[in-house]
């Protein structure tokens, strides 16, 4: 079954950091492109990161860039997001989604076909 | 950083309704568009991907159009479990940003 489970969301303070999992299954990471998408409390979604397939390009939206990182252990087959120097406005459900295959055409805009659950992060001041 | 901007924020309708969605990016993204629908307390799902063309899925009654700056969502014979909110999304250089929904409610 194709999936993506996300894990590692919590309550912090200010300023402190979490590592975000997402662990994908029947698929491998190294297939597909994967995302982060994050959705405020009664907000839309916002696009946050960005990894290529072959773990060498990561993009961030200009919100996070600068504070979060993104790596990978393609043993386990899992992506992690690396949320740092959080802010209260970066309270939200933070969710994993699988993009483009990476024998499709870049010119192709295939979009996020599988979405995990999500896991919650709430920043407190 | 291209901006998309979705009208009409809400929009009441019947089943059996027609509903037709926008979705209009600051600059040009060509046929770079994704329709995705959530209904409360569920995930994103994909619908449409490359502006027209059908997720895996997804039925016929639900088709993409538009290219450039200009797209629409349109939702034929509204079924009651069509009833949700409704992101368009769009990728250029690597950089990707949604647009801030559609709610379409039962009228």
């Known amino acids: 079954q194709v999936q993506v489970v996300e894990s590692g969301g919590g309550v912090v303070q200010s300023g402190k950091s979490l590592r975000l999992s997402c662990e994908a299954s029947g698929f491998s990471i190294t297939d597909h492109a994967m995302h982060w998408v994050r959705q405020g409390p009664g907000k839309g979604l916002e696009w946050v990161a960005f990894?290529?397939?072959?773990?060498?390009?990561?993009y961030f939206s200009n919100s996070v860039e600068g504070r979060f990182a993104l790596s990978r252990d393609t043993s386990k087959n899992v992506v992690f997001l690396h949320v740092n120097s959080l802010r209260t406005e970066d309270t939200a459900d933070y969710y994993c989604?699988?993009?483009?295959?990476?024998?499709?055409?870049?010119?192709?805009?295939?979009?996020?076909?599988?979405w995990g659950q999500g896991t919650a992060v709430a920043v407190s001041s | 950083e291209i901006v998309l901007t979705q009208s009409p924020d809400t929009l009441s309708l019947s089943p059996g309704d027609t509903a037709t969605l926008s979705c209009r990016a600051s600059?040009?993204?060509?046929?770079?568009l994704a329709w995705y629908q959530q209904k409360p307390g569920q995930t994103p799902r994909l619908l449409i991907y490359?502006?027209?063309e059908r997720a895996a899925g997804i039925p016929a009654r639900f088709s993409g159009g538009g290219s450039g700056t200009a797209f629409t969502l349109t939702i034929t014979s509204l079924e009651p479990e069509d009833f949700a909110v409704y992101f368009c999304q769009q990728r250029t250089d690597w950089h990707y940003s949604f647009g801030q929904g559609t709610k379409l409610e039962i009228k």
């Open positions: 490359h502006a027209s």
């Open positions: 989604a699988r993009g483009e295959s990476r024998s499709l055409p870049y010119s192709t805009f295939y979009g996020a076909d599988v």
């Open positions: 990894l290529s397939h072959d773990g060498s390009n990561k």
């Open positions: 600059q040009g993204i060509r046929s770079r």
